[in-house]
């Protein structure tokens, strides 16, 4: 079933299921989609749907109407084209809601892993604060190697004494795994509220590459976050308010991350 999603700066305000074949737009009472704003015309545009196709026309609005930010008289409607009326943008999506809703979460928020380099920055940097990762001594007196010692030959005149046999240890009865409930991150603001991603990989990065990009490590039960790339003239990501900056802090039950203006809780249970 095809939809309009309406926004406002970035916010939804509505969606509108097509269930019919026509769809007037405008600032009129008697308007299917209503936007209240003097920036819109009485009747500014009509959607037209037969059958799985869906058009769009311009009632002689005074400021227009846009499709992905050209001016239109009439348009044949793609998925996730953005209607312009106004201040105000329309969304038309023809696929299923849970689908395109994963999908636009993706493409904000979850970096692909062929982002390399943020990916190894982003885990030198939590290994660095949370003792997983430690630099080498090369300046640490070489190490004896006791049971080669034991092996080499013996030059003494006095014959060795024979070693004990050893006898083996069973082995210790194994308990059954603990199971443990993945960590989990919830959208709590934006249009994407409500929406959960399962942390269960060692490594995962969140964020938009050369605006802000943060990395939840997993080590052991505990989860650790770092910052790893904001833009110079930008706002830093925040754990409960406060800037995340330096190295790695732990993540608590129940801390609020924000992300390029985005409110998400982290919950372990």
Known sequence: MARLILT??????????????RYT??????NDVRIDNPAVSGHHSLVINILNDSFLED???TNGTYVNGKLVKKHALQ????????????????????????????????IDSSQEAVQRSAARAAGLASGAYRQPNFDAPPRINAVADLAAPHT??????????????????????QI????????LSGSMAGRDLEISKTLTTLGR??????????????????????????PSAKVNGQEITGPARK???????????????FFTS
Not at 8 to 21: D, F, I, P, S, V
Not at 180 to 187: H, L, N, R, S, T
Not at 213 to 229: D, P, S, W
Request: hydrophobic residues 35%.
């Open 180 to 187: 443990i409930a993945p960590a989990k991150i919830q959208v």
């Open 79 to 110: 998925s996730s084209d953005v209607i312009t009326v106004g201040h105000h943008q329309l969304k038309f999506v023809s696929g299923g809601i849970e689908e395109e809703d994963d999908d636009e979460f993706a493409r904000t928020m979850i």
């Open 251 to 265: 993540l608590c039950d129940n801390d609020v991350i924000e992300l390029l203006g985005v409110k998400m809780g």
């Open 209 to 234: 590459p050369g605006e802000q990009v943060i990395a939840i490590t997993k080590r052991g039960e505990n989860h650790y976050i770092v910052q790893v790339e904001r833009r110079a003239d930008g």
């Open 8 to 21: 406002l700066g970035g916010q939804r305000m509505a969606e509108y299921n097509m269930t019919k074949e």
């Open 59 to 61: 009632l002689n609005s």
């Open 25 to 30: 737009i405008g600032r009129l009472p008697d």
């Open 156 to 177: 003494s005149d006095t014959p060795p004494r024979p070693r004990p046999k050893a006898v083996p240890t069973p082995a210790p009865a194994s308990k059954p795994a």
